[in-house]
Antibody, heavy 118, light 108 residues
Framework: VQLVESAGGVVQPGGSLRLSCAGS????????MHWVRQAPGKGLEWVAIITYDGSKTFYADSVEGRFTISRDDSKNTLYLQMNTLRPEDAAVYYC????????????WGQGTLVTVSS | EIVMTQSPATLSVSPGERATLSCRAS??????LAWYQQKPGQAPRLLVY???IRANGIPARFSGSGSGTEFTLTISILQSEDSAIYYCQQYNKWPPLTFGGGTKVEIK
């Protein structure tokens, strides 16, 4: 199993950024997928989940209405569209795979750094 | 939202000794509790799920126990490579999925 995130970047407050995550080594459309973030020197914060079939999405309150998780199973790719970015969104963002039936996280990407600064 | 509280914040243990990490949930999570290990500069790694089921490839010195609101991760014979931050996570009632604040295990 491999999960490889796209490069993050530096974005101004109020700006937008889209992260992507390519999955390989497993049947991508059989698994729900998450984004989890970690601010510098801080703990883990769950951001969003999309079900295996893409029919349902759920978000942390802190990003609801600003972030959108999506997937393209034809490309084995997970996305996170981040709009109206705030300084507190600065973090390493991890793409992660759910366990088959329950939502622990069994595989993580290497993470990508998003900096929000003017 | 279920709040996960880990203790202690930092644990200093000598090699070969036992390390006991605690995780408490603000309401019952049944056995829907996972533990992760994170080393500096790395992504977290799944150690235990279902409160007590070791993930693939995890050494037997790592064991999880508990149910309901009280959980424990035990590292039976601490090795130098076990220096890391350990997080618990509940997946019983979501969204949101919630993590504890972490316990840093230091090697004396």
């Amino acid at each position: 199993v491999q999960l490889v995130e796209s490069a993050g970047g530096v974005v101004q407050p109020g700006g937008s950024l889209r992260l992507s995550c390519a999955g390989s080594g497993f049947i991508f459309n059989s698994y729900s997928m998450h984004w989890v973030r970690q601010a510098p020197g801080k703990g883990l914060e769950w951001v969003a989940i999309i079900t295996y079939d893409g029919s349902k999405t759920f978000y942390a309150d802190s990003v609801e209405g600003r972030f959108t998780i999506s997937r393209d199973d034809s490309k084995n790719t997970l996305y996170l569209q981040m709009n109206t970015l705030r300084p507190e969104d600065a973090a390493v963002y991890y793409c992660a795979r759910s366990g088959m039936f329950l939502h622990y996280i069994d595989y993580w990407g290497q993470g990508t750094l998003v900096t929000v600064s003017s | 939202e279920i709040v996960m509280t880990q203790s202690p914040a930092t644990l200093s243990v000598s090699p070969g000794e036992r390390a006991t990490l605690s995780c408490r949930a603000s309401q019952t999570v049944s056995s829907n509790l996972a533990w992760y290990q994170q080393k500096p500069g790395q992504a977290p790694r799944l150690l235990v799920y279902g409160a007590s089921i070791r993930a693939n490839g995890i050494p037997a010195r790592f064991s999880g126990s508990g149910s309901g609101t009280e959980f424990t991760l035990t590292i039976s014979i601490l090795q130098s490579e076990d220096s890391a931050i350990y997080y618990c996570q509940q997946y019983n009632k979501w969204p949101p999925l919630t993590f504890g604040g972490g316990t840093k295990v230091e090697i004396k």
